[in-house]
């Protein structure tokens, strides 16, 4: 049953790439909708059938962060200026989404007894937000190095972008700050070195690289556009690779 429903989002998902390419923006506009809904269904499905949240595995994760992606395109995409070509990223990187998760288990989480333990649920939740944002504000890095050119309308896709990037990194240091007082609560100890406190680490130090490249000028823009757009790739190779020990 989830597989099935899983490849029917997937199917909408790529009708919606194709009808932006196409520039369709009714059409492309009323799949968004179409895809959202019918996301947030299979989601408050799998709640209904697991009794948790969906945010932990890489199936259900995946379709949350998805979700969130595809409401940050509907609600702030159409507003003119680059957003047809912002859009189309931000619809492509659903679809490699997607992709990934098609190599695993179609499935929910099995229940384990801190599955509604709140601050379980919340730093598994705040990851999935931080990296929905990390992925969009990549759509408006993307397009500012595409645009080859440095005047204050293409400036705004950086700007863009690294406010998208602050806001990711807010949420994600919010799920720090949780999974701590989960250690503190857990283990007697807010932190204890091993594979997934290491790639924490790893991503704060990523994060604070990418706010603090120095320099002004195109080259130095570009250079923290790219180090900023790379930190959703970074992010969510970490993630599968965890999920695969």
């Known amino acids: 049953m989830l597989s099935n429903l899983f490849y029917a989002i997937f199917a909408l998902y790529f009708l919606l790439l194709t009808f932006s390419i196409i520039g369709s923006r009714i059409i492309e506009l009323v799949t968004c909708m179409g895809a959202a809904l019918f996301n947030l269904f299979v989601l408050v499905y799998m709640y209904h059938c697991s009794g948790n949240l969906p945010v932990f595995n890489i199936f259900e994760s995946f379709l949350l962060i998805s979700f969130i992606i595809c409401l940050a395109g509907l609600l702030v995409l159409f507003r ?38 709140v601050y379980v649920v919340l730093f598994h939740a705040f990851r999935c937000i931080a990296l929905a944002l990390m ?86 823009e570009d250079i923290r556009c790219l180090i900023g757009g790379f930190s959703s790739i970074f992010f969510l190779s970490l993630a599968v690779m965890r999920s695969l020990y």
């Open 80 to 117: 003119g200026d680059f957003s047809e070509k912002v859009r189309r990223w931000v619809w492509l990187e659903i679809i490699i989404l997607f992709m990934i998760t098609s190599f695993f288990p179609k499935e929910t989480s099995l229940s384990v007894y801190d599955h509604g333990y």
């Open 135 to 220: 992925l969009f504000s990549t759509a408006w890095f993307t397009q500012f190095i595409i645009q080859r050119e440095m005047n204050e309308r293409t400036s705004m896709l950086a700007h863009a972008g690294r406010n998208y990037l602050l806001l990711a990194a807010v949420f994600y240091l919010m799920g720090e700050y949780v999974g701590i007082i989960w250690c503190q609560k857990g283990w007697g100890d807010f932190w204890m070195w091993s594979q997934a406190f290491l790639q924490s680490t790893l991503v704060v130090l990523y994060l604070m690289l990418a706010f603090h490249i120095p320099g002004k000028g195109r080259r130095s």
